[in-house]
């Protein structure tokens, strides 16, 4: 009997994984009825506390992913100016002008389905959930003992691709992560990297020539990173590059940079609403253009902080992309990637190391598929720097052998993410009145991530899921006296 109800504690678990939180709780229930040994009952009650929970949050992801679809079709995105989108969408039949409601230029609801049914749910040479690299193409190189702001050289760019390839066990995506002067070009970089780093890479290409985007094409382990939407609305200057990317077949990391109560919405629900449905446009366009290409869904919300930057050290900007990663790994399927693992501070210090430990460990418990910026980033991502790099490396190893280390029939650990019912309708009063800060919604929700933030601590009072980690839910945030 034990052997019986310890198998069903393990496939309640594998349900778990595979976010089956109905299917996992009929088996818990099911044991609890038939069970008497006090050890397996034990286990089975401990998961029985998170289930409901986990139920829920799914519940609210789902309507996010269907929301975000309404947001493109009873919305819409700004593009009547925009002729080239126009074209292409109005060849390809996907514009309902029978909706005479949308602000904007919606899309027919079959479309939409149908463009997001061809996006494949496989990378070819996926590196698997709790990935951690480099990335942000930050502007400037951090030099130690140096205070001028720069960009990396052609020698300093061939010392970073040489560190990074030595770390390769550890970062399992190598994305471009500063900015180069005119000593070397990104083409020179992608063959860099090409030659020395046999894991998946990123670079953008919008300073390539036509012949030199066809550099990626084919090849399993690139993708090229473009956007093309920002409040609902192209980017003139990134129209041409990104169809290009899309017509040559690269694998596209589809980036969406959205900024809670800056250029989207401030509640956590309506915030991931707009970012997923801008990717999704992105996928939708780049699927008209040439049906079956790759696309990784590369929605990295971020979140500011009182003096209106960005806010990479605060245990907010962990939690909202830990949550859009779940939308993508629990609903969509689509191949992802988030930010993390970064920190607000400019220089390496032990706090900005643990900022970003902290971050990853917490990203790594909640799980999330592909983290770029995870290692080596400064302020808020405008700096790249190799010391911290390595430091990061080291602090990311110890991290792994932890974990590795943990009891794996924990379960999936809720992030209890808020609903907000009014979040399709806060999208579209902010398109109405062309800004977040003006609208009613955000200010009713300026307390919203404190409030999610507050809900996470206290629950991480009553059960400690890894107390062998200095955790961020655990440690970083200062609990009440």
């Not at 519940?59 to 593009?79: F, M, P, Q, T, W």
């Not at 404190?450 to 440690?475: F, G, H, M």
Request: proline share 4%; glycine share 6%.
């Amino acid at each position: 009997m034990n052997t019986q109800a310890d198998e069903a504690v393990t496939r309640g678990l594998i349900l778990e994984q595979e976010a089956g939180f109905d299917k996992a709780k009929t088996v818990y229930k099911d044991i609890l009825r038939h069970v008497t040994d006090e050890t397996v009952l034990e286990k089975v009650r401990y998961r029985m506390e998170d289930i409901d929970d986990l139920i829920e949050e799914k519940a609210i992801y789902r309507r996010i992913d269907e929301n975000a679809k309404r947001v493109l079709s009873e919305i819409g995105i700004n593009i009547a100016e925009n002729q080239t989108l126009m074209d292409l969408l109005v060849e390809a039949d996907g514009v309902d002008f029978d909706n005479e409601t949308a602000l904007f230029i919606p899309l027919k609801r079959d479309y939409i389905d149908r463009c997001l049914e061809q996006v494949p749910r496989e990378m070819a040479c996926d590196p698997g959930m709790n990935t951690f690299g480099t990335g942000a193409t930050s502007p400037f190189l951090k030099r130690a003992g140096e205070e001028e702001l720069r960009p990396a050289n052609r020698e300093e760019y061939e010392q970073i691709v040489d560190v990074v390839s030595k770390q390769h066990d550890l970062v399992e995506i190598f994305s471009l992560p500063v900015a180069c002067d005119k000593s070397i070009t990104l083409f020179e970089i992608a063959q860099l990297m090409e030659k020395n780093y046999h894991g998946l890479k990123m670079i953008t290409t919008t300073a390539m020539s036509d012949a030199e985007v066809t550099f990626l094409k084919g090849k399993e382990d690139w993708l090229d990173g473009t956007s093309l939407i920002t409040s609902l609305s192209p980017m003139a200057n990134m129209v041409d590059h990104f169809l290009r990317s899309a017509r040559t077949g690269n694998n596209l990391l589809l980036i969406d940079q959205s900024m809670a109560g800056v250029s989207a919405p401030g509640s956590p629900e309506a915030f991931l609403t707009q970012n997923h449905a801008q990717v999704l446009f992105m996928m939708i366009i780049a699927q008209t253009v040439t049906p079956g290409i790759s696309c990784i869904h590369c929605g990295i919300p971020s979140v500011v902080g009182s003096d209106g930057t960005l806010a990479y050290s605060s245990p907010h900007q962990t939690f909202i992309n830990a949550a859009l990663a779940r939308i993508n790994t629990w609903i969509t399927g689509f191949p992802s990637a988030q930010t993390g693992g970064s920190t607000s501070l400019p220089d390496v210090t032990l706090q900005a190391l643990t900022d970003s430990e902290l971050s990853r460990n917490a990203l790594r418990k909640y799980g999330v598929h592909i983290v770029r910026h995870a290692m080596g980033a400064l302020d808020s991502l405008n700096f790249f720097s190799l010391e911290k790099f390595q430091e990061d490396c080291e602090r990311e190893r110890h991290s792994r052998k932890v974990f590795d280390a943990i009891l794996k029939d924990k379960g999936v650990i809720p992030l209890y993410f808020p609903g907000d019912a009014q979040a399709l309708a806060a999208i579209r009063e902010i398109a109405e009145k062309g800004n977040p800060k003006d609208a009613d919604h955000t200010l009713k929700n300026v307390d919203s991530f404190s409030q999610w933030e507050d809900t996470i601590r206290q629950a991480a009072k009553k059960k400690c899921y890894y107390p062998q980690l200095n955790d961020i839910v655990i440690n970083s945030i200062k609990s009440d006296a």
